[in-house]
């Protein structure tokens, strides 16, 4: 069947809402913390923001379950208005039985991208600490942002809100190497228990 002919019955690809979908909270503060900043363009952004930072947690499928990964975790599939609503048509949270996902791996991976496109990724073991993170910053961050921004010494970074990233120790780590964490980003708490 063509797409026309899809489209004529009310069938369209669209993208899947996924069952966290930010509360209106979340949105409102979001909205706020833009208008704050709603001078900037992306070129003064490039000046006032180095780095945009996350911890992450992956998840390796092996073969056997990559078809149903595959399938499940397409954001796009063709639905009518009223499908778009149904359990069957939304990204779900958890896409295996518990004795599948044994056969899984997980990994945290803490990321940076810089604002002039350079990326610091490395793994985060287990179990992680605000102290083993202050030392990530001494070692891996602060050598990193030195050599991606030669000759400045302070340097903006957005942070998840993952608590241990900003315990004392970290903040004094940070601090040491003139590291600033961009003030007010509203966080969204679902996806700081990782």
Not at 13 to 20: T, Y
Not at 52 to 60: I, N, R, S
Not at 74 to 86: D, G, L, P, S, V
Not at 149 to 161: A, M
Request: net charge positive.
């Amino acid at each position: 069947m063509s797409y026309r002919r899809l489209a004529k019955k009310g069938y369209t690809a669209q993208e899947k809402r996924n069952k966290s979908q930010p509360d209106e909270e979340l949105k409102k503060r979001r909205v706020a913390f833009a208008l704050k900043h709603i001078e900037k363009d992306a070129e003064l952004w490039k000046s006032y923001l180095q780095v945009v930072a996350d911890m992450k947690l992956f998840t390796f499928y092996p073969k056997i379950l990559k078809p149903r990964h595959k399938q499940l975790r397409a954001r796009w599939t063709y639905m009518n208005k009223k499908e778009r609503y149904q359990a069957a048509f939304q990204r779900p949270k958890r896409w295996f039985k518990p004795k599948d996902y044994e056969k899984t791996k997980k990994q945290k991976v803490f990321g940076f991208t810089t604002s002039n496109g350079k990326i610091l990724a490395f793994l985060v073991p287990e179990p992680y600490s605000g102290d083993k993170w202050a030392r990530d910053v001494d070692n891996k961050v602060a050598p990193f942002l030195k050599k991606c921004f030669p000759g400045k010494t302070s340097f903006r970074i957005l942070l998840d809100g993952e608590k241990l990233l900003h315990t004392p120790a970290a903040k004094r780590a940070l601090k040491k190497h003139g590291i600033e964490r961009l003030p007010g980003w509203p966080k969204n708490r679902a996806f700081h228990n990782c």
